[in-house]
């Protein structure tokens, strides 16, 4: 059974910086892409950042210059937020693509909230 687990969403004020992370458990896992998406309060879920396994890095133009996703190994990602705006605030979720044995699977975490407010 695949698990993502993110921790580390508060509420910052604004300009303030933060980390989430996000750890894959499981037995054998094999994970290709990881990436954090987010959704605020009445809007569709969206992208904001992935990672390949080879450490190809794609940001959402909204958070370009602000935000730097990383691995320490194939398991873990994390977000480095920095310059924090209030429409920053939303659940950021975790996401990735873990091979099943047969073909790739994708999954996602449960959430953490970050609240950007004075």
């Known amino acids: 059974q695949v698990q993502l687990v993110e921790s580390g969403g508060d509420l910052v004020q604004p300009g303030g910086s933060l980390k989430l992370s996000c750890a894959a458990s499981?037995?054998?896992?094999?994970?290709?892409?990881m990436g954090w998406y987010r959704q605020a309060p009445g809007k569709e879920r969206e992208l904001v950042a992935t990672?390949?396994?080879?450490?190809?890095t794609f940001y959402a133009d909204s958070v370009k210059g602000r935000f730097t996703i990383s691995r320490d190994n194939p398991k873990n990602t994390y977000l480095q937020m920095n310059s924090l705006k209030p429409e920053d605030t939303a659940v950021y979720y975790c996401?990735?693509?873990?091979?099943?044995?047969?073909?790739?699977?994708?999954?996602w975490g449960k959430g953490t909230l970050v609240t950007v407010s004075a």
């Open positions: 996401n990735a693509d873990v091979w099943s044995g047969i073909k790739w699977l994708n999954y």
């Open positions: 499981g037995s054998n896992l094999i994970v290709n892409r």
């Open positions: 990672i390949g396994s080879s450490g190809t």
